[in-house]
């Protein structure tokens, strides 16, 4: 079972991680078309409104009660799991 220090540095990696992807497929949609990059502009905003609240779900969990905690860490992963499923879809669509 990972301890909270654990569990949070990991968490805080990973989110590192997506910001530097939403960087990247934030370059490529700047060189498209109006078109695509106005689908692109919505995607990027969508993930980082997404990355955003896993953020205030990161802090949550470090604020988090010890009776508290299970359920933050709880909202926090589901939180990164739909982010990552959000930052691999704009990835293949970029």
Do not use: P
């Not at 896993?54 to 009660?65: I, P, Y």
Request: no cysteine; net charge negative.
């Amino acid at each position: 079972m990972e301890t909270r220090d654990v569990l949070q540095k990991r968490l805080e990696s990973q989110l590192h991680e997506i910001k530097a992807e939403i960087e990247k497929i934030e370059a490529k949609a700047k060189a498209k078309e109006a078109d695509a990059q106005i689908e692109s502009q919505e995607k990027l905003k969508e993930l980082r409104e997404k990355r955003e609240r896993t953020e205030q779900k990161l802090e949550d969990l470090r604020n988090a009660s010890e009776s508290a905690w299970e359920d933050a860490k709880a909202g926090v992963q589901l939180a990164v799991t739909d982010l990552k499923a959000a930052l691999d879809s704009a990835k293949s669509r970029f």
